[in-house]
Nanobody, 127 residues
Framework: QVQLVESGGGLVQAGGSLRVSCAAS????????MGWFRQAPGKEREFVAG???????YYADSVKGRFTISRDNAKNTVYLQMNSLKPEDTAVYYC?????????????????????WGQGTQVTVSS
């Protein structure tokens, strides 16, 4: 069982930056693929970014060039650095972990590939 706890959300002005973190329990963190998803009010949850055990990263087109996902296996933590934030980035951001060792580029953004989820952290970008 893996527990995920997000932190670092908050209110920021458009154009600003924010970093959210996700701390994971468990000794096999390094083997998990990690993902960030978000859900805005009235919208479906969507993929934001993912990082595999190999450190390969993937991004949604809407955040490419602005967001960076990274992981520190020694700290069992995954990060999402968000720059040039826009009001449309406002959402609850969720961290997720997948036990799959062979996530393909097509499947890395599929929420049903992920086995564990955090409780979410609110990110609000004001215009």
């Amino acid at each position: 069982q893996v527990q995920l706890v997000e932190s670092g959300g908050g209110l920021v002005q458009a154009g600003g930056s924010l970093r959210v973190s996700c701390a994971a329990s468990g000794r096999t963190f390094r083997n998990y693929a990690m993902g960030w998803f978000r859900q805005a009010p009235g919208k479906e949850r969507e993929f934001v970014a993912g990082i595999l055990w190999s450190l390969t990263t993937y991004y949604a087109d809407s955040v490419k060039g602005r967001f960076t996902i990274s992981r520190d296996n020694a700290k069992n933590t995954v990060y999402l650095q968000m720059n040039s934030l826009k009001p449309e980035d406002t959402a609850v951001y969720y961290c997720a972990a997948s036990r799959s060792l062979n996530l393909t580029p097509v499947r890395v953004g599929a929420s049903d590939e992920y086995d564990y989820w955090g409780q979410g952290t609110q990110v609000t970008v004001s215009s």
